[in-house]
């Protein structure tokens, strides 16, 4: 069993819905999550770290936490076509967990016109 | 604020040959972890430093190594190389000492082993 599992997608939206991503982890000490948004051919970009359960808004961005049901998700509402990338989730355990991310395989997102 | 910055972008090497590669953080972070990403394995951790000390590290052999110097710019090196060596390396740099918290990545290094 992968340690942070991803929806797998693709998944395709038409602009203006709202783009819904899924992530469970299987590490109950993680305590540090992160939605990374990565274009084809580019870096991993952070969009949204979250630590406390419940919702955390930025923009057009809701990622929301349950650490009871080791699920993660994030929202993206009035989807662009400029959102299509993959989304990677990450969890860290904190503490001397130093540097480590684990990371999803992501999901592939498609918001098209 | 400049980003993390990793050099070379892109590199190609031959089955046995050694690789180095850099990385200066975000100015301020002290934090740096490496990560390699593969279309089959995707993203995996394989060190991070902090105060030029290795404090953690992923499942990697031997032949990957790295170090960190006084004013924070990290380096990786790769011996013997070989074909599955070839992947996108990502540094990562984060300003808090603690574990998890945010990390920014680089544009990172493109390496193909021929």
């Known amino acids: 069993q992968k340690e942070v599992e991803q929806n797998s997608g693709p998944l395709s939206v038409p602009e203006g819905a709202i783009a819904s991503l899924n992530c469970t982890y299987s590490?109950?000490?993680?305590?540090?999550f992160f939605w990374y948004r990565q274009y084809s051919g580019k870096s991993p970009e952070l969009i949204m770290s979250?630590?406390?359960?419940g919702d955390k808004e930025d923009g057009r961005f809701t990622a929301q936490l349950n650490k009871a049901s080791q699920y993660v998700s994030l929202l993206i509402r009035d989807s662009q076509p400029s959102d299509s990338a993959t989304y990677l989730c990450?969890?860290?355990?904190?503490?001397?967990?130093?540097?480590?991310?684990?990371f999803g395989q992501g999901t592939i997102l498609t918001v098209h016109p | 604020k400049a980003g993390v910055t990793q050099t070379p972008r892109y590199l190609i090497k031959t089955r046995g040959q050694q690789v180095t590669l850099s990385c200066s953080p975000i100015?301020?972070?002290?934090?740096v972890s490496w990560y390699q990403q593969t279309p089959g394995q995707g993203l995996q951790f394989l060190f991070e430093?902090?105060?030029?000390?290795?404090?953690n590290k992923g499942n990697f052999p031997g032949r990957f190594s790295g170090r960190q110097f006084s004013n924070s710019r990290s380096e990786m090196n790769v011996s013997t190389l070989e074909l599955g060596d070839s992947a996108l390396y990502l540094c990562?740099?984060?300003?808090?000492?603690?574990?998890?918290?945010?990390?920014?990545f680089g544009q990172g290094t493109r390496l193909t082993v021929v």
């Open positions: 990562a740099s984060s300003l808090l000492e603690t574990g998890g918290s945010e990390a920014f």
């Open positions: 590490d109950r000490v993680s305590q540090s």
């Open positions: 979250i630590y406390s359960n």
């Open positions: 990450a969890a860290a355990a904190g503490g001397t967990s130093y540097g480590k991310l684990t």
């Open positions: 100015s301020g972070h002290r934090s």
């Open positions: 430093y902090f105060s030029e000390t290795q404090r």
